[in-house]
């Protein structure tokens, strides 16, 4: 009869420490999820601005083109 208590004892703080395992476990996920989207929203920015650069030096070139066609 004694054994059940400490049964229940035992299975509590292996509970608890599973709990707080998985609570420190979802706390690592979210942080490299964090740090993985940071990463890629920084190359997507990159991405982008180098995109924007040639479509705008594209722009400029053909601007230049059509000014020297009007002169």
């Known amino acids: 009869m004694r054994s059940i208590p400490v ?10 420490n599973t709990a707080q395992g998985v609570k420190k476990d979802v706390a690592i ?7 993985v989207l940071q990463k890629s929203g920084e190359a997507v920015g990159s991405a ?4 924007g650069e040639v479509v705008g030096e594209t722009l400029k070139k053909g601007g230049e083109a ?3 066609v009007v002169e």
Request: contains cysteine.
């Open 66 to 68: 059509v000014q020297k």
């Open 48 to 51: 982008l601005n180098k995109t």
């Open 29 to 35: 996920g979210a942080e490299k999820t964090g740090e």
């Open 7 to 16: 049964l229940l004892l035992a299975i509590f703080i292996v509970g608890c």
